[in-house]
């Protein structure tokens, strides 16, 4: 059990997909610009995650290693068509604002990064762990960026304003804001870490 | 820096240290910050001090937090910055806006690079960047000179290109809206020539800079080719100060003669396109902030060979 919670816990601090292995960058850049955004987008992920994991670490015996990744594509793909449809039926708005990115979890580095290299290696409850940690990982950094990102860049956090007269800086919004908040972060983080 | 020893052979020291370029930099720069404050009245001094106050202030607090000697704040770098920030702002900008750029001058755009000498980008332009973006409002609400009858705002010659009729003598001298620094082009010459005379920046970067982009301005600025008005291009937006005292930084300049002309042309490219075709009427801090993030290619291309040295 201890074995498992260090699975679980590793990817939320030591691990971190986004601080530490600067995984799954792109939909990180991209989303993080409203709290909202970045929380649908990390649970859309972890669901794809833990389903991947699952099915990879269950069938890791009968897949030929040569042709592995063109494997891992169709289960992952699978999961993340399901999270899309129900996306489009549950929560339409939501659905409408991350556009691309849902489809786009298919090729998620974090995704694919847990099933190459730790589902297809690892047996299933240890895998299932995993996937946990790692998508929470995912989920608090995005939301922590996103965070950052709006009540900076639109003065406005999950959609409510903060301070009354308060000039949004509109470059955190924009691309820019992004990499200069995921650098900082990292670099805070890394400072932490040394310590 | 006193425990190191330097190596045997016998050596020729210039005298020149980082305080006294810097400080001579700062002494260049006086003449276009007078005409600023004189053509747009005390506001911008208002503005050149606090700019000052907030980049010396950040470089004192962030040298102590990364537990470097206080004292290098003492170099003038922060000052320099401080005022190469101030030149690019308009006149009227607000008192906050002013605290914000400096501290992203220099913690975003030098610090947490690692200091004086180890910044990618220009800081002063890092930190007008990044307030040009944020609050596009404040940094376009310019401001005529104080003697013009609508002395309220007004459009820069480049955002408002024709409208009213400058004269060339109106743009060279400065009778018109624009950043405090840039407008008065007589003020900066005179301090161009006094650096380019102590040997502080050479000739290679402002000429090719500024060549490259009258060249395209003449070729395609006009109605047809080959009409463009190129001397309005010169002399009207941040031309002269980018040129001559931001392209030129120390740190964020190529090292040889070559790269230094490679880097000017490609600043003064840039800056064309965006003037001519760019959605912003003025692109040099664009353009030398784009290039200074390719000098570390352009020195690798433009080593000099070793003499004697065969591949």
Known sequence: MKKLLREFSKGIFIENPTFRLALGLCPTLAVSTSVIN???MGVAATFVLLGSNIIVSAIRNFIPTKIRIPC????????????ELMMKAYFPALSK???IFVPLIVVNCIVLGRAEAFASKHGISRSIFDAIGMGVGFTLALVLISAIRESLGNGTLLGLVIVRGFDPAILFILAPGALLVIGLLIGIVNYLTEK | MNNLTVSPAPHITSGQTTQKIMFKVVLALLPAGLAGIYIFGLSSLRVILISIVSCVMSEAIFLKLRKRDPKAVLDGSALLTGLLLAYNLPP???FWLLVVGGCVSIVIGKQLFGGLGHNIFNPALVGRVFLHISWPLYMTTWKNPRWAVDAVSTATPLANEGARGFTYMDLFLGNH??????VCIAALLIGAAFLIFTKIISWHIPVSFMGTAMFLAWIFGGDGFFNGDFIFHLLAGGLVLGAFFMATDYVTRPLTKMGKIIFGIGCGVLTAVIRLNGSYPEGVSYAILFMNAMVPLIDRYTKTRKYGFVK
């Open chain 1, 97 to 99: 604002s991350l556009g």
């Open chain 1, 38 to 40: 970045g929380f649908g």
């Open chain 2, 177 to 182: 809206g624009g950043c405090i620094g840039e």
């Open chain 2, 92 to 94: 009227e900008i607000p």
């Open chain 1, 72 to 83: 891992f594509i169709v289960i992952i793909a699978t999961f993340v068509t399901i999270v």
